[in-house]
């Protein structure tokens, strides 16, 4: 006679689900207040360092950390989850150590403008919106500030960062491909690092269409992309991180051209 099957396991009591959450959720309170707290010990270990005056903005390691918790074993938790969370928790602590506030020019979108820098830097720093993106440039230029703007195609705002040497572009928005094609940049006085997955943000004054440029680039072993094209200037992402002085870009077309930065590529998310 065959064996009987097992028992199927009993259902769990909704009540007791419940009641699992909400041990969970006051542990959770707990790490979020001792990780938010850390961010004052940051910036006293900083003042103690003679680092107090730098401005604590690092994306570099910021997407360090975000691939690091991605590559991590979950049950539930998705990438974006994890993405946001943290983007949450590191927008407070950077807000903890100092100034930190962002200026926002949309152009024709101000409202996706605003919603793509809340998704990236969170809610913890300040925000004001800019009538022109000047106004953004100039406010990256302090303490603390960071300016984000949209590609429009009747502004080469991102030109001007050729004379802005201080400005670097760090990160390109929305930072999942889930939310969209790149539509702004983000810009302030930061050390932009490789990351092993990068692109870097070139503009050029070359002549005729931009797949003309893309093909010089590319018989040069340089990747290239256009992003966004006005005012007689072309805004490429190229393919890694580029130093400002690499000759393959010294020999690339163009009078006027240059290295504006480099962000780590978007999550494939």
Same mark, same amino acid.
């Given at each position: 006679?065959?064996d009987?099957?097992?028992?199927?396991?009993?259902?769990?009591?909704?009540? %007791?689900? /419940?009641?699992?959450?909400d041990?969970?959720?006051?542990?959770l309170?707990?790490? =979020?207040d001792?990780?938010?707290?850390?961010?004052?010990?940051?910036?006293?270990?900083?003042?103690?360092?003679?680092?107090?005056?730098?401005?604590?903005?690092? $994306?570099?390691?910021?997407?360090?950390?975000?691939?690091?918790?991605?590559?991590?074993?979950?049950?539930?938790?998705?990438?974006?989850?994890?993405?946001?969370?943290?983007?949450?928790?590191?927008?407070?602590?950077?807000?903890?150590?100092?100034?930190?506030?962002?200026?926002?020019?949309?152009?024709?979108?101000?409202?996706?403008?605003v919603? *793509?820098? /809340?998704?990236?830097?969170?809610?913890?720093?300040?925000?004001?919106?800019?009538?022109?993106?000047?106004?953004?440039?100039?406010?990256?230029? =302090?303490?603390?500030?960071v300016?984000?703007?949209?590609?429009?195609?009747?502004?080469?705002?991102?030109? /001007?960062?050729?004379?802005?040497?201080?400005?670097?572009?760090?990160?390109? *928005? $929305?930072?999942?491909?889930?939310?969209? $094609?790149?539509?702004?940049?983000?810009?302030?006085?930061?050390?932009?690092?490789?990351?092993g997955? %990068?692109?870097?943000?070139?503009v050029?004054?070359?002549?005729?269409?931009?797949?003309?440029?893309?093909?010089?680039?590319s018989?040069?072993?340089?990747?290239?992309?256009?992003?966004?094209?006005?005012?007689?200037?072309?805004?490429?992402?190229?393919?890694?991180?580029?130093?400002?002085?690499d000759?393959?870009?010294?020999?690339? $077309?163009?009078?006027?051209?240059?290295?504006i930065?480099?962000?780590p590529?978007?999550?494939?998310?």
């Amino acid at each position: 006679m065959a064996d009987a099957p097992p028992p199927a396991p009993s259902p769990v009591a909704l009540d %007791d689900v /419940r009641a699992r959450i909400d041990e969970i959720d006051a542990g959770l309170l707990a790490l =979020l207040d001792e990780r938010t707290a850390l961010g004052k010990q940051v910036a006293a270990a900083k003042a103690a360092a003679g680092q107090a005056d730098r401005f604590g903005l690092r $994306p570099g390691r910021e997407t360090e950390i975000l691939r690091r918790l991605l590559a991590m074993p979950r049950q539930g938790a998705s990438d974006a989850l994890v993405i946001r969370v943290w983007r949450e928790l590191m927008g407070q602590s950077l807000a903890l150590q100092g100034p930190f506030n962002l200026t926002v020019w949309g152009g024709p979108t101000p409202a996706r403008a605003v919603e *793509l820098a /809340r998704l990236r830097f969170g809610a913890a720093p300040s925000l004001r919106m800019a009538q022109k993106p000047e106004d953004a440039i100039a406010a990256a230029r =302090l303490k603390g500030g960071v300016g984000v703007a949209m590609l429009s195609g009747d502004s080469a705002w991102w030109g /001007r960062l050729l004379a802005e040497p201080k400005l670097k572009v760090f990160a390109v *928005l $929305p930072c999942l491909n889930a939310w969209g $094609p790149p539509s702004a940049l983000a810009f302030a006085e930061v050390e932009v690092e490789p990351t092993g997955a %990068d692109i870097t943000l070139w503009v050029t004054d070359a002549p005729g269409p931009a797949a003309r440029t893309a093909e010089a680039l590319s018989r040069d072993g340089v990747a290239a992309e256009l992003l966004s094209e006005a005012g007689g200037l072309k805004l490429f992402t190229l393919a890694g991180y580029y130093q400002a002085d690499d000759e393959r870009l010294a020999r690339a $077309p163009g009078r006027l051209s240059g290295v504006i930065g480099a962000a780590p590529e978007p999550f494939d998310v």
